[in-house]
């Protein structure tokens, strides 16, 4: 059976995808990034976990605020 599971390099790409799409929105998550001890685990299949990060309470706001309008919008 063929293995599924994120690659770093997989995980890596989502990540720019996600920064690209908050920049859209004038939003930037600066701890962003690829968890790699998610990798590490014996996890079946690899975790491959994106760390989102803290933010402030403006940054957070502005996600909700892009979030309730793409919802909306659907």
């Not at 599971?5 to 390099?9: H, L, M």
């Not at 014996?42 to 299949?45: A, L, M």
């Given at each position: 059976m063929p293995d599924h599971?994120?690659?770093?390099?997989d995980v890596?790409?989502?990540v720019e995808e996600l920064r690209a799409a908050l920049a859209l929105h004038g939003i930037t998550l600066?701890?962003?990034r690829v968890d790699l001890?998610?990798?590490a685990g014996?996890?079946?299949?690899p975790a491959?976990?994106?760390a989102l990060g803290n933010?402030?309470?403006a940054t957070a706001r502005a996600l909700a605020t892009a979030l309730r309008k793409?919802?909306?919008g659907k």
């Open positions: 599971s994120p690659t770093a390099y890596t790409l989502c600066p701890s962003l001890p998610s990798f014996t996890y079946t299949p491959g976990l994106i933010c402030n309470i793409a919802a909306a």
